[in-house]
C-alpha cells in the first residue's frame, strides 16, 4: 500500500537534527556537510518524529563510503601542509572557508525556458531570486505562449527578470533563443517546474572560473516531493540524480566508434533541468537541435544530443553534485506513463540523429542500441516476471515499444522543424561543428607520475601533450597505488586530479595515514563527522616486520647484454642505496667479446665483473650466484631504477625464517609509445599494490587448476635467500628456460614453484618496488610476446614432466583454451581494445611451446650446466681462487 515520504535537508557541519512533524511513513534526508552533498538517506519515521540517533545511524550504514571519499579529498592539501604522524587522527574535518570574491566571478545567464505554466514558474523564479551569486542575468523565454501570463507573472513580480518571447513552438527553439540573447560567458538552464538551491549558480561558475578547459556542467537533480505513488516509482526507476560523486568526461575525436559505444548513452551525465554551457562554444559544435526535445515529434533528447556533441567534439563535460536543484516530478501515473514512454521515444531520436550526423561512429551506437535493448528493457522485463519485483511492468514494457517509434519519428521531426522555420521566416540554427579539427591525431603518449602525499599534490606538469596520465601515489616513501587519468590531450586541472586520486585509492590513503585498518578508520571518521563516540576497539593493524639485521649481507646481481646505457643508469640507482649492511654488486656480462658492459663497469670501481659466454639469462644469472657471497641474492635486471630505500624493503622479510623468497613490484618507467603501451595491457611485469604471503598450503589447495606461480611476481626484481641455491630439491635457475634461450622466459617461475614445492615460504612486498623500461619498438614487443608464450607452456610442460604434477596438463589443455576464448569475447564486445593479432601471436607461440623446449633442452646438454652453487662457509681455496679471477673486485658498498 503507499504511502508518502517527506523530504528535508540536514547539514553535519551543525549538530544532526531530531525531524519534528513528519507526515510520511519515511523521511528522504539529503545529508550535506559545509553545503557539499553527501547523499540520501531514507529514514523511517514513528508518530511524525526521525531522531537524530536514527539518522546518524543510517548515515553511516547507507552513505559512509562515499562520505569518507569526499573526506580524503578534501583533505589531500591538508595531508601535504601538515603530514600527521603513522596512528595519529585525520586532519580537520573543518571545511576551509572560501576566499573573499577577489578573483573574476563570470557574468551567468540563468535561462528558463516555459510554457503555460506560470503557477509552477512563479515557485521556479522565487527560488532564483534567492541565489547567492554576484553576477547573474536572469532571462525567461515564453515558448509560443497561448496568453500573456508568463509575461504578466514577470512584470508585476519579477521585474528585474528580463522576459523573451519564442514564437515557434519547440524547447529547443526557446533554448537556442536564450543563447541568442544571452548576456553572460556562461548560460545554465534550468526548468520552470524546478527549485534550485541557493548555492546552484556559485557552484557551476566555479568550475568555469578556475579550469578554462570545461566546456559544460551538469548537476544534482533531486525530488521536491514525494508524496505521490508516480513520484516514488520515478525515482524508483532512476529519477534525474545521477550521484554524489563529481565525474569529468571527455572523448576522443580521432578513435572511429568510441565515443558513439561509450558517450552516446548521455543520460548518465544529467539532464536539462540543470546544465550549463559556455556561452562560446556554440559557436563550434552548434545550437540545439530544433527536431528534438519536447514541442516536436520526438518529445525530448535534445540535452542528450548536446551532452553528447560537447564530449564527442573532445571538449570536457563535468558532472557537478555541488550544483544542486530540486524537481518537481509527475504526480499522477499517466503523466509518469507518458514522459516514461516519451523518454524511449526521445533517447533513440538522439540516437538516430547522431548515426546521420557522425556515420563513422556507427559500430559504437549500434552496439549502444543493442545492449541497452538487451540489459535495460530486456534485463528489467525478467526482472519484472518475478513476485518481489514491484515495478510496473507496463512502464518497462511502454518505453521499451518507444524506442521504435523514436528511431521513426526523428526525419519527421526534422521536416516539421524546416516547416516551421519557414512558417516564421526563420533560418534552421547550425546543429553540428561548425569549424572542422584537424585531422592527424596527436601523439598517443602517456605520462608516468609520481607524488608523495606528505610531500605534495601538485598536477603534472605538460599533461595536456599527453593522452592518458597515470600517477603513482606514496605516502611517507610507501606506495599506496595509482591513479589513471583519460584525459585526451586535455590539461588536468587541480579539482580534476584531487577528485581522481580521492575516487581511485581512498582505502589506501585512509589507512596510510592513520595507522587503522580502512574499516576501523571509516568508523572513526563518521563517528566525527556525526559528532558521536566511536566505542569499537580498533582492529590492530598488521604488524610492521622488524629490519632485518645488518649482519645479513646481500648480494645484488645484474645480468646484462650490451644495454650500456641502461646498465649505466641501473648501476647509478643501486649506488644510491641507503643501507648500512655489507653489499657486493656482481654485473654478469653475457656478452664480453663486445666489451660494451666491461666499459661501462669501468666507472664503477666497486662492481664484481663476471663473464658468461653461455647467452642466456639463466646462465648469466647462475654465474653471478655462484659467484656471490651474500647470505640474500638479489636478481635485477639491468633496464630498472629504483628509488633509495628499495633493498631494505626488500629484504625486510627475510627476518622471518621461514621466508625463501620475496619479490617486488616493476611498475613502468615510461609509456611513451604503443608499444610500452600494449605491455601494461598485456599485464606488465607488476602483480598489483597489496602484499602477499603464499605457502605450501596455497601449492597443495588445489588438486587440479594450474598454479600460477608467475602471479607471485619476476626476478627483474627479487631476492632468494643464499641457501636455497644448494638446497636439493630446489638449485640454480634451470637453465633449459629464460630469456635468450630457444624457450624465452619462466626460469623465475619455474624457480618460484620448486620453491614452495619444497615447502617454504614466498612473499610479494609491494613497496619494494622498480620502475622497468618497457621494449620501445613493436618488432621488440612481438619478440617479447612470443617469447613469453613459448616459455609459458615450456614452464608448464617441464614441471609435469620433472615433477610429474598433472595439474600443469589440465591448465594447457583446458585453463589456456578457456582463457583465450574468453578474451576473444571480450574483444568482440569491445570490452578490450588489446589487439587480436597479438592474441594470435600469444597462441602461436604457445603451440611453439613443446618444440622450443625440446631444443632448449638439448642446448643444455650441449653447452653444460652451470658449477653447483657453494655457500660461503664451505668454500675452499680453489673455489675462492676461481671466484677472484673470474671478478675485478674493490671494495663492496656499504
Not at 655 to 660: L, R, W
Request: with cysteine; aromatic share 10%.
Amino acid at each position: 500500500m503507499f504511502r508518502p515520504i517527506d523530504v528535508r535537508d540536514i547539514d553535519l557541519a551543525d549538530s544532526v537534527p531530531t525531524l519534528h512533524q513528519l507526515t510520511g511513513h519515511a523521511v528522504n534526508v539529503l545529508v550535506r556537510w559545509y553545503g557539499t552533498p553527501l547523499g540520501c538517506v531514507q529514514v523511517g519515521v514513528k508518530n511524525g518524529v526521525c531522531s537524530a540517533e536514527t539518522i546518524r545511524q543510517a548515515l553511516c550504514e547507507q552513505i559512509s563510503i562515499d562520505t569518507v571519499r569526499l573526506l580524503v579529498r578534501d583533505a589531500l592539501p591538508k595531508l601535504a601542509e601538515h603530514p600527521p604522524d603513522s596512528g595519529c587522527e585525520w586532519p580537520s574535518l573543518e571545511k576551509s572557508a572560501e576566499s573573499p570574491a577577489t578573483d573574476h566571478w563570470p557574468l551567468v545567464t540563468v535561462a528558463v525556458c516555459t510554457r503555460n505554466r506560470s503557477a509552477s514558474l512563479r515557485h521556479c523564479l522565487s527560488a532564483l531570486r534567492r541565489l547567492d551569486y554576484p553576477h547573474l542575468d536572469i532571462l525567461v523565454v515564453d515558448n509560443a505562449p497561448v496568453d500573456d501570463a508568463t509575461k504578466a507573472l514577470l512584470s508585476a513580480e519579477f521585474p528585474e527578470m528580463r522576459y523573451i518571447c519564442e514564437p515557434i513552438p519547440g524547447l529547443n527553439w526557446a533554448r537556442n533563443q536564450a543563447i541568442s540573447e544571452a548576456y553572460g560567458e556562461v548560460i545554465a538552464f534550468t526548468d520552470d517546474d524546478v527549485i534550485v538551491d541557493p548555492g546552484w549558480v556559485r557552484a557551476v561558475a566555479r568550475l568555469f572560473r578556475d579550469d578554462a578547459d570545461v566546456a559544460a556542467v551538469t548537476g544534482l537533480v533531486l525530488p521536491l516531493e514525494l508524496q505521490t505513488e508516480a513520484q516514488q516509482l520515478f525515482e524508483a526507476y532512476g529519477g534525474f540524480g545521477r550521484g554524489y560523486r563529481r565525474e569529468w568526461t571527455r572523448g576522443y575525436r580521432f578513435l572511429s566508434g568510441f565515443n558513439g559505444r561509450y558517450f552516446v548513452g548521455s543520460g548518465r551525465f544529467g539532464t536539462g533541468a540543470n546544465m550549463a554551457f559556455r556561452t562560446a562554444i556554440f559557436q563550434e559544435i552548434g545550437y540545439f537541435d530544433p527536431a528534438l526535445d519536447v514541442g516536436t515529434l520526438t518529445n525530448g533528447g535534445g540535452d542528450l544530443d548536446m551532452f553528447f556533441r560537447v564530449v564527442h567534439e573532445g571538449l570536457t563535460l563535468v558532472y557537478e553534485p555541488q550544483a544542486i536543484v530540486r524537481h518537481r516530478h509527475r504526480q499522477t501515473y499517466g503523466e509518469l506513463r507518458t514522459q516514461i514512454t516519451n523518454n524511449g521515444i526521445g533517447f533513440y531520436a538522439h540516437i538516430v540523429r547522431n548515426l546521420r550526423h557522425y556515420p563513422r561512429e556507427w559500430r559504437g551506437i549500434t552496439y549502444l542500441m543493442i545492449w541497452w535493448w538487451l540489459w535495460w528493457y530486456g534485463r528489467r522485463f525478467l526482472l519484472s516476471l518475478q513476485p518481489s519485483y514491484t515495478f510496473p511492468r507496463d512502464l518497462i514494457v511502454t518505453e521499451f515499444w518507444g524506442t521504435f517509434r523514436g528511431m521513426l519519428r526523428y526525419g519527421r521531426a526534422q521536416r516539421q522543424a524546416k516547416r516551421r522555420a519557414r512558417q516564421f521566416g526563420r533560418k534552421l540554427p547550425p546543429v553540428g561543428r561548425i569549424h572542422k579539427f584537424p585531422h592527424a591525431a596527436p601523439p598517443n603518449a602517456w605520462l608516468v607520475h609520481q607524488i608523495d602525499l606528505s610531500e605534495s599534490v601538485a598536477v603534472p606538469p605538460d599533461t595536456e601533450t599527453y593522452h592518458r596520465v597515470q600517477v603513482f601515489v606514496s605516502w611517507q616513501g610507501k606506495l599506496l597505488g595509482s591513479a589513471e587519468f583519460d584525459n585526451f590531450h586535455h590539461p588536468i586541472s587541480d579539482k580534476e586530479f584531487m577528485d581522481g586520486i580521492a575516487d581511485q585509492l581512498t582505502p589506501e590513503i585512509l589507512a596510510a595515514v592513520t595507522g587503522q585498518v580502512s574499516e576501523d578508520a571509516t568508523s572513526a571518521l563518521m563517528a566525527r563527522l556525526t559528532q558521536q563516540t566511536d566505542d569499537r576497539s580498533p582492529a590492530p593493524v598488521q604488524p610492521v616486520l622488524a629490519a632485518l639485521p645488518d649482519d645479513q649481507s646481500v648480494s645484488i646481481v645484474v645480468a646484462t647484454y650490451d644495454r650500456s646505457a641502461a646498465l649505466r643508469r641501473c648501476l647509478q640507482h643501486i649506488q644510491q642505496q641507503q643501507t648500512s649492511r655489507t653489499v657486493e654488486l656482481i654485473v654478469v656480462d653475457n656478452n664480453p667479446m663486445s666489451g660494451q658492459s666491461r666499459f661501462v663497469i669501468t666507472d664503477f670501481p666497486q662492481v664484481i665483473y663476471v663473464t658468461e659466454k653461455r647467452p642466456g639469462l639463466s646462465y648469466a644469472r647462475n654465474a653471478g650466484i655462484v659467484a656471490s657471497s651474500g647470505d640474500i641474492i638479489v636478481c635485477a635486471d639491468d633496464d630498472i631504477v629504483m628509488p633509495p630505500d628499495w633493498l631494505e624493503r626488500l629484504v625486510a622479510p627475510f627476518v622471518d625464517p621461514d621466508v625463501m623468497a620475496v619479490t617486488g613490484n616493476v611498475l613502468p618507467y615510461r609509456l611513451d609509445n604503443r608499444a610500452q603501451q600494449l605491455f601494461e595491457q598485456y599485464g606488465g611485469l607488476g602483480r598489483g599494490f597489496e602484499p602477499r604471503r603464499t605457502a605450501y598450503d596455497w601449492f597443495v589447495a588445489t588438486r587440479f587448476r594450474g598454479l600460477k606461480t608467475w602471479e607471485l611476481g619476476a626476478t627483474a626484481n627479487a631476492a632468494f635467500r643464499a641457501t636455497i641455491y644448494s638446497h636439493p630439491e630446489i638449485g640454480l635457475l634451470e637453465e633449459a628456460l629464460g630469456a635468450g634461450s630457444p624457450t624465452g622466459c619462466s626460469e623465475d617461475t619455474y624457480a618460484f614453484y620448486q620453491i614452495l614445492r619444497a615447502g617454504n615460504t614466498i612473499v610479494y612486498e609491494p613497496t619494494a618496488y622498480v620502475w622497468h623500461e618497457h621494449r620501445t619498438s613493436t618488432a621488440a614487443l612481438r619478440r617479447q610476446l612470443f617469447n613469453y608464450s613459448k616459455g609459458h607452456v615450456a614452464y608448464h610442460l617441464l614441471i609435469w614432466l620433472k615433477q610429474h604434477d598433472r595439474r600443469s596438463l589440465f591448465y594447457l589443455l583446458v585453463q589456456l583454451p578457456i582463457g583465450h576464448v574468453y578474451r576473444l569475447i571480450l574483444w568482440l564486445l569491445r570490452q578490450t581494445d588489446y589487439p587480436l593479432r597479438y592474441h594470435a601471436l600469444e597462441i602461436a607461440g604457445q603451440l611453439m611451446g613443446p618444440w622450443a623446449l625440446w631444443r632448449s633442452q638439448r642446448r643444455v646438454e650441449r653447452l653444460g650446466r652451470s658449477e653447483p652453487y657453494v655457500p660461503v662457509g664451505r668454500r675452499g681455496f680453489s673455489a675462492e681462487a676461481t671466484r677472484h679471477n673470474q671478478t675485478n673486485k674493490s671494495l663492496p658498498i656499504k
